[in-house]
């Protein structure tokens, strides 16, 4: 947003509340000389060439590696699927995957709008899928809600959009239909290639592509303040004309742009909206950081862990992604839960599964871990907080008309290609305007 905005006005603030920018694009490192990510790994080129050039075009191939389809594995009914990350529905039950892929097949396609994700499940696919694939994940392991009080798409913010069923062969074919090319996903990640690339850097953290954009911005002289929030929002004729930050410095602006939950805007603007409250219930994201003294005993990119009774939702594996001949061999292991995670227990399960599902060796030896967590990474996305959050976005757009609100609490997007891509959407069409 501030190297957009930069291209439109003279000068350009950005505030950041954390002391150093990136947000889950950040990276911590050892005294080993490797480092971890803090949530966000690899970075993926969008489909608008003008914004790639924006975000990467300071990646060099002597620095960053340049990847086309992510190897990425599945662990699913104690089975590691080496071929690709989505659940494999043919571990279930040899009764049950049959009754659940012959419900599939009888679905066709419907115009009935859903209204919750699980009438959206169960109209896509079926009841069997929905209660022994998909509830056991998504209700009872992550989200600690009722599908029928989770948004539509909720699914797909943890890689549940398409199963894995038929053969391969048959896959292909059933494929061509739009119906089920949406939901049935191929054998291989190496098949339904495409022109998009997915960048990591060979020595370092993610962090390195944060670097890159602040000194992108401090060459065109756009200010960072960091360690602060907007503690005041100042209006005049539904126009906001100054902020006021927690560290007392007061800012006077022509066009805000707005990228963190509409509530905080409001607050600040001392705007009301006569909603009852909603308790925000938050995700913990939290993450094991782990070295060994050996290499790995699979060489995927990284794993998605389906397994409704693992702790585990992904596992990254740095020398898999980087192959810069390094005999570091570190990883870092995800957690999502609805409760404030107890660290220690949990990085000792994490080990427990890596080895479980086929990972790391069980004679490895631990030269380094510690573990983190990111409190309220991300809000369950119920209905409740879904119709709460329009109503409040509506009513900050109605009360000023120099805010731009933009990010993932507008509804902009989850993942970080939709967000960037409604983000320079959004902007560029007032940028145009004004040239």
Sequence with gaps: SALLMQRRFGSVCLVEKDLELGGLYRSVKTDFGVSFDYGSHFLRSTTI?????????????????????????????????????????RCLPPDLYQRGILEVL??????????????????????????????????????????????????????????????ASFTREIKKSAVYDNKIA????????????????ICQGI??????????????????ITGATVNQIETKNDRVTSVVLSTGQHLSCENIIWTIPTPLFLKAANISTNLTGVPFKGLYTSLYHFIFDRPFITDLHYVQCHEPHFR????????????????????????????????AANQAQALTELVQMGVVSPDSIILFQNAQYIP???????????????????TAIGAVNNVTFLGRSSGGGFAAESVLTNVYNTLMVGLESSL
């Design 312 to 343: 585990t939702f992904r596992v990254t594996l740095y020398p898999n992604i980087q192959q810069n001949n390094s005999t570091v061999y570190h990883l870092t292991s995800e957690m999502i839960s609805c409760t404030v995670p107890d660290l």
């Design 376 to 394: 309220n990474g991300f809000a369950v996305p119920s209905l409740e907080l879904q119709k709460n959050g329009a109503l409040q976005l509506k």
């Design 207 to 224: 962090s390195s592509w944060i670097e890159l954009l602040a000194t992108k911005m401090a060459n065109l002289n756009i200010r960072v």
């Design 106 to 167: 009888d679905l066709a396609e419907t115009t009935q709008i859903s209204t919750n994700l699980e009438e959206q499940l169960l109209s896509t696919f079926g009841t069997t899928f929905t209660n022994h694939l998909f509830r056991p994940i998504l209700s009872e392991k992550f989200f600690g809600s009722q599908l029928s009080d989770l948004c539509v798409d909720s699914h797909n913010l943890l890689g549940l959009g398409r199963i894995i069923g038929f053969t």
């Design 49 to 89: 060439s003008s914004l790639n050039d924006l975000l990467f075009d300071d990646l060099s191939q002597e620095n960053w590696r340049f990847l086309g389809n992510l190897r990425g594995g599945g662990y699913f009914g104690s089975k590691l699927n080496c071929n690709s990350p989505f659940i494999d529905s």
């Design 186 to 201: 191929f054998h291989s990640s190496a098949e339904g290639t495409t022109t998009q690339m997915n960048y990591y850097p």
